[in-house]
């Protein structure tokens, strides 16, 4: 319990003033501003996989292969296997259809 009420603390000291106004308690991310409109299918094949590959690669290794961790889609992308919730495709998406990128 207590190393629970530093962790909250910490996520708490990191708030900036416009953060606490609107009654924001804790920061989870790190604020970030690289947003990029993906373009193309081959981009996305590449958020994807990125995002995918995090938990494997990070600092802190969440797990062994990406379709292993537990919060991921991509066990449903690479087996289709669905585990705590259940994703759409993106290729079954109606605004990527749609735009046909």
Do not use: C
């Not at 109606?94 to 046909?100: G, I, L, M, S």
Request: hydrophobic content about 35%; glycine content about 0%.
């Amino acid at each position: 319990m207590q190393s629970e009420h530093k962790i909250l603390s910490k996520m708490k000291a990191s708030l900036t003033k416009s953060e606490i106004k609107r009654n924001k308690k804790h920061r989870v991310f790190e604020p970030s501003f690289d947003a990029k409109l993906i373009t193309s299918n081959r981009m996305l094949q590449e958020k994807l996989t990125y995002i995918h590959n995090n938990p494997v690669v990070s600092l802190q290794v969440l797990s062994i292969f990406p379709e292993d961790y537990e919060h991921s889609s991509a066990s449903f992308y690479i087996n289709g296997i669905v585990k705590n919730f259940q994703p759409v495709h993106y290729n079954e998406n109606d605004v990527w259809a749609e735009n046909k990128i």
